[in-house]
Every structure is written in C-alpha cells, then in structure tokens.
C-alpha cells in the first residue's frame, strides 16, 4: 500500500501549532497510515464511505484526544485514502 502523509495547511494553524506543524504532521501520518493497514487486514468489501469512516475513528483513537478532537482530514483525501485500502486488500494486489 502507498505511504499515506497528512500535510497541515499552515494559515490554518495556530502560531504555537505552526512551531509544532511537522512532529504533528508526522504524529497525524503515523495514526491513519496503521490505520489504514489494520483496515487493509480486515477489509471484507465494505464502501468506500465506510472505510473512510472506520480510518478516522481507528486514527483518532490512537491519538491524544486533544488532537483527536481538532482531526479534521479533507474529506477528499480521507476517500483517496479509503480507495487506496480498499485497492491494496482487493484479491490480487499487493
């Protein structure tokens, strides 16, 4: 499955967040890219939407609930994400 990243957008982030943009983005990163892996494991034909569901509350439980709460992935790359799951656990692929 590909590397998934999560890039802040900087005019979105607080002057204190902007200190800390890549620890978080790469905090961010690690949490959905497991899981995305979990999911890949466990995927059994469900939709895309629900995919993208199940990334985010997996991501969001592996992180300080501060962050948690303030996750708030682009809904287009949050189904990019799902399709590339879906895509890595369909029969045949790697």
């Given amino acids: 499955m590909q590397e998934l990243h999560v890039s802040l957008d900087d005019a979105q982030l607080s002057p204190a967040a902007q200190k800390l943009q890549e620890p978080l983005e ?33 991501a969001r439980s ?19 994400a799902a399709r590339a799951v879906i895509e890595s656990a369909s029969p045949g692929r790697e």
């Fill in 62 to 80: 592996s992180l300080h609930p501060d962050i948690a709460a303030a996750f708030r992935p682009d809904p287009a790359e949050l189904d990019r």
């Fill in 26 to 58: 790469a905090q961010l990163s690690s949490a959905l890219q497991r899981a995305a892996e979990q999911l890949a494991q466990d995927y059994h034909g469900e939709s895309a939407a629900e995919v993208s569901a199940r990334l985010l509350e997996i």
